[in-house]
């Protein structure tokens, strides 16, 4: 089982060097994330952009040349066409999202005719390493689903499980997040929690037990469920948190990021391939333990 950031590129480096595939990549920290990942033997990058404007950035970095190709490209929506192609035909393995914005980028992965959707709805899984015991803790939806019903939220469960299945946690503990960890009819977070947990015991969600809903301090502190009197498998030790809707989630991606300092990696999932998936305003080394994640699992 993957536990640290460490771990995880640890385990992205026993693969074989897989071809990733990024539109627009005119952007110091996507260039400086390519470039560590490309020099740690993960990744060989297919850029789909100008190549002018890439040369030029890389030089001001003073980045050494990559072993690349370069299709140059005259607009962002080429670029994005050009990236999803290479990947659908199978000359790339991976995708990430350079300098473009996330609806233009997500249109040419959700393309019916042209895209890489796999799973009914995909869903973005962020993980962040946690302390004492150290271990790898998954939350979503960072920036995919705005405010998902209940069908929808299974999905999004699914879509975390199955990728903590992939890191080697065999029975992952997902807490359903809401404000409190009572059900009450004026807070329907809580009482599609209550059902998320109820439909765990009952088999029809598998591979993991889901418990909720729990508040944030009770899913991640035993001491803190203690002291609330809660007693569950999952409080305390939370592997998952799904999230209520994506202003929690991105509300807490961007404080762990920004305020915490703490390692964090993202990808979007449910398409065919991994595909990186964070924010313009992400450090390269959260970009680069992206392209990690995504090679560890692809």
């Not at 400086?32 to 297919?46: N, T, W, Y």
């Not at 939220?153 to 960890?181: D, M």
């Not at 015991?201 to 301090?217: F, M, N, S, T």
């Not at 391939?273 to 970009?287: E, F, G, I, M, N």
Request: glycine share 6%; proline share 5%; hydrophobic share 50%.
């Amino acid at each position: 089982m993957v536990t640290t950031i460490r771990e995880l590129h640890a385990l992205a480096r026993k693969g074989p060097t897989r071809t990733i595939a990024v539109p627009w990549p005119h952007d110091e920290d996507v260039l400086v994330s390519l470039d560590k990942a490309a020099e740690a033997g993960l990744v060989r990058p297919l850029l789909a952009g100008r190549r002018a404007t890439i040369e030029q950035v890389r030089e001001r970095l003073g980045l050494r040349p990559l072993d690349e190709e370069i299709v140059e490209c005259g607009s962002e929506a080429e670029a994005v066409e050009v990236a999803v192609r290479r990947v659908a035909v199978g000359e790339a393995q991976m995708l990430m999202k350079g300098l473009v914005s996330t609806s233009l980028f997500l249109r040419g992965i959700l393309n019916k005719d042209t895209g890489l959707r796999q799973k009914p709805l995909l869903s973005h899984v962020a993980l962040y390493q946690a302390p004492a015991p150290e271990r790898l803790v998954l939350f979503s939806d960072v920036a995919m689903n705005i405010a998902p019903n209940l069908a929808q939220k299974v999905q999004i469960l699914e879509n975390a499980v199955w990728l903590a299945h992939r890191l080697g946690i065999e029975r992952p503990r997902v807490a359903a997040i809401a404000a409190v960890e009572t059900v009450s009819t004026d807070m329907p977070a809580t009482l599609d929690a209550a059902l998320l947990a109820k439909m765990s015991d009952r088999g029809q969600i598998k591979g993991c037990v889901v418990d909720g809903p729990l508040a944030l301090d009770n899913a991640l502190s035993a001491e803190a469920a203690r002291h609330k009197g809660i007693t569950s498998p999952v409080a305390g030790a939370a592997d998952v948190l799904l999230l209520p809707d994506i202003e929690a989630g991105n509300v807490l991606y961007k404080f762990l990021g920004l305020l915490g300092q703490w390692p964090l990696a993202a990808i979007l999932v449910g398409a065919r391939v991994p595909v990186v998936l964070t924010s313009r305003a992400d450090s390269d080394q959260t970009k680069f333990n992206s392209i990690a994640l995504a090679a560890a699992i692809s």
